[in-house]
Antibody, heavy 116, light 107 residues
């Protein structure tokens, strides 16, 4: 089955760190660029980061630039998001999404809550 | 950054009716790199349309997309009960931005 499964979310204090993972299966992960998208409670979708298939191109939204780092391990069919200096406004469901020119496959998301 | 504005914010219709959702961009979207997604409560978004007017795999033909430049439309010809959800447009021609969403609710 073609799918993406996120993990690693949870409750973290302001200023803390968290590492999210996204496990891909059912397709050739190494051929696709990938993205992270988040959705704050009751809000819309916000793109936050992109990584090309070979990791040669990486982009971030201004809201996370300098605090978040995207990476991937094609041998493990996995995508990662290292999140540092977390703020209350980073509270959201974080989705990984496959990029086939558009976002054609999404995981179910993992909830990150930043609160003291 | 290209800002996408969706209207209306909420659309109240009955099953069997026609739904028309609008997405307006602050500047021209290159090569009609415009997608539409459907999201139901507690679920991930699902790709409906790409390239403004191409249906994604498995999407029924009651869904259609149109438009170019700065004005785009998603039309659902005859609403089924499962179509009531939130719909987002997204441009992927210059970085990636989403509209704020249109909630399609049962009247």
């Amino acid at each position: 089955e073609v799918q993406l499964v996120e993990s690693g979310g949870g409750l973290v204090q302001p200023g803390g760190s968290l590492r999210l993972s996204c496990a891909a299966s059912g397709f050739i992960f190494s051929k696709y660029s990938m993205n992270w998208v988040r959705q704050a409670p009751g809000k819309g979708l916000e793109w936050i980061s992109y990584i090309s298939s070979s990791s040669s191109a990486i982009y971030y939204a201004d809201s996370v630039q300098g605090r978040f780092a995207i990476s991937r391990d094609n041998a493990k069919n996995s995508l990662y998001l290292q999140m540092n200096s977390l703020r209350a406004e980073d509270t959201a469901v974080y989705y990984c999404a496959r990029y086939g020119g558009y976002f054609d496959l999404w995981g179910r998301g993992t909830l990150v809550t930043v609160s003291s | 950054e290209i800002v996408l504005t969706q209207s209306p914010g909420t659309l109240s219709l009955s099953p069997g009716e026609r739904a028309t959702l609008s997405c307006r961009a602050s500047q021209s979207v290159s090569s009609s790199y415009l997608a539409w997604y459907q999201q139901k409560p507690g679920q991930a978004p699902r790709l409906l349309m790409y390239g403004a007017s191409s249906r994604a795999t498995g999407i029924p033909d009651r869904f259609s997309g149109s438009g170019s430049g700065t004005d785009f439309t998603l039309t659902i010809s005859r609403l089924e009960p499962e179509d009531f959800a939130v719909y987002y447009c997204q441009q992927y021609g210059s970085s990636y931005t989403f509209g704020q969403g249109t909630k399609l609710e049962i009247k």
